[in-house]
């Protein structure tokens, strides 16, 4: 019914052994990609039940995927999962999960409510972002930009009720392979960090890309941009990057899909 890929870079298998766990419990997933993008091969998730690919470098967070991701498409499997190595979840999520897809036919790209492990909940629907939306989140004190940080996260929604968001989180999507085949894979320039926007932006204009509250996941957020100066570069970079394809200032789509949910959610 689904594969799973999930990217490593240096990870023990005990940081995602019970993620793994889960996905071996559950009765619609079908292979298991482990993408290693690591300086030297990770032995430990060499392992039954687990398709291990060496990439023998760094090659990115999206490029790594695609790798799995057209294997998915090559074999005719209807969905596929993205997930991060420190997510947590009950084997049962997934199946609930693609049975609302199966329910619901124009849905290409479904996420769950993400908590962190306190159990509070992570604001990870998003409004397509501006330049200012990223720039104030980053360089800025929370006290300064928390009215505008709290319209961009939706906030005011909720995160109670299934809903249509035009950016979900990278970090847990369950893609329908249909939709992936229309709007293309992760865009390989992109290293790390806006690949996710990019890409529910554009299954969004085929098939709506969903907020899932009824199951959750937890997920147990490093945020590593905020800890490396490196990181901080690589981040800012790709956004450079991605606001160069999507638009600076003049994006006609986002103004038009960001105004009516701010006006449906009373942003």
Same mark, same amino acid.
């Given at each position: 019914?689904?594969?799973?890929?999930?990217? /490593?870079?240096?990870?023990?298998?005990?940081?995602?052994?019970?993620?793994?766990? !889960?996905?071996?419990?559950?009765?619609?997933?079908? =292979?298991?990609? /482990?993408?290693?993008?690591?300086?030297?091969?990770?032995?430990?998730?060499?392992?039954?039940?687990?398709?291990?690919?060496?990439?023998?470098?760094?090659?990115?967070?999206?490029?790594?995927?695609?790798?799995?991701?057209?294997?998915?498409?090559?074999?005719?499997?209807?969905?596929?999962?993205?997930?991060?190595?420190?997510?947590?979840?009950?084997?049962?999520?997934?199946?609930?999960?693609?049975?609302?897809?199966?329910?619901? =036919?124009?849905?290409?790209?479904?996420?769950?409510?993400?908590?962190?492990?306190?159990?509070?909940?992570?604001?990870? #629907?998003?409004?397509?972002?501006?330049?200012?939306?990223?720039?104030?989140?980053? @360089? @800025?004190?929370?006290?300064?930009?928390?009215? !505008?940080?709290?319209?961009?996260?939706?906030?005011?929604?909720?995160?109670?009720?299934? %809903?249509?968001?035009?950016?979900?989180?990278? #970090?847990?999507?369950?893609?329908?392979?249909?939709?992936?085949?229309?709007?293309?894979? @992760?865009?390989?320039?992109?290293?790390?960090?806006?690949?996710? /926007?990019?890409?529910?932006?554009? /299954?969004?204009?085929?098939?709506?890309?969903?907020?899932?509250?009824?199951?959750?996941?937890?997920?147990?957020?490093?945020? !590593?941009?905020?800890?490396?100066?490196?990181? %901080?570069?690589?981040?800012?970079?790709?956004?450079?990057?991605?606001?160069?394809?999507?638009?600076?200032?003049?994006?006609?789509?986002?103004?038009?899909?960001?105004?009516?949910?701010?006006?449906?959610?009373?942003?």
């Amino acid at each position: 019914m689904l594969n799973v890929s999930i990217v /490593i870079y240096k990870h023990l298998f005990g940081e995602t052994e019970l993620l793994i766990r !889960s996905l071996l419990e559950s009765d619609v997933v079908d =292979k298991i990609y /482990i993408i290693d993008n690591s300086p030297v091969p990770a032995v430990d998730f060499k392992r039954e039940g687990l398709t291990y690919v060496f990439t023998g470098k760094n090659i990115g967070y999206g490029a790594a995927h695609n790798i799995a991701l057209r294997k998915t498409i090559a074999a005719g499997i209807p969905y596929h999962l993205v997930v991060n190595p420190d997510i947590t979840m009950d084997a049962q999520v997934l199946k609930k999960m693609v049975v609302y897809l199966e329910q619901n =036919k124009d849905i290409g790209h479904l996420m769950p409510k993400v908590v962190y492990p306190s159990g509070e909940t992570q604001y990870l #629907c998003k409004l397509i972002p501006t330049p200012l939306d990223l720039i104030f989140r980053r @360089f @800025f004190p929370q006290k300064w930009t928390s009215k !505008s940080m709290n319209r961009f996260e939706m906030r005011n929604s909720g995160y109670d009720k299934i %809903m249509e968001v035009p950016y979900l989180s990278g #970090c847990f999507m369950l893609l329908r392979t249909e939709a992936l085949k229309k709007a293309g894979l @992760f865009d390989e320039r992109f290293f790390l960090y806006p690949e996710d /926007i990019d890409l529910t932006r554009r /299954i969004g204009t085929y098939y709506k890309t969903v907020f899932y509250p009824l199951v959750s996941v937890v997920h147990h957020h490093a945020q !590593s941009s905020y800890k490396s100066f490196y990181m %901080m570069l690589v981040h800012s970079w790709n956004l450079i990057r991605y606001f160069n394809k999507w638009g600076w200032i003049f994006d006609k789509k986002r103004k038009k899909i960001n105004q009516q949910l701010i006006k449906q959610f009373n942003l």
